[in-house]
């Protein structure tokens, strides 16, 4: 099992930070093309009445050793946000 699992992923060159998280497919990680996790695109700019929700951190944030994208705090956040209804959140 723990050979399926993404714990470090490639990376890439990245303006501003150094180094980013590679897109693509990386095991049981998807990272989009704005090198976050998960496969939801970001539209520019961002929708009226959408409230975005970033997460920072290190390792635990990004979901290192999670079995799936889903099961991430950045999806569980968006999952409960969900829930509220009363707003649109992305996570």
């Known amino acids: ?29 998807f990272i989009s093309p704005n090198q976050f996790r ?3 695109e970001l539209t520019t700019p961002k929708p009226p ?3 975005r929700v970033f997460v920072t951190g290190g390792s635990v944030a990004f979901g ?3 079995p799936g994208d889903e099961r991430t705090i950045g999806a569980y ?6 829930r509220v209804g009363a ?5």
């Open 1 to 29: 099992m723990a050979d399926k699992v993404s714990w470090v992923v490639p990376t890439v060159m990245t303006p501003f930070v150094g180094y980013g998280p590679a897109p693509g497919r990386q095991r049981n990680a």
């Open 64 to 66: 290192s050793g999670a």
């Open 38 to 40: 998960g496969r939801r």
């Open 87 to 91: 707003r649109k959140y992305e996570c």
């Open 77 to 82: 956040l968006q999952s409960a946000l969900d």
């Open 49 to 51: 009445g959408v409230i």
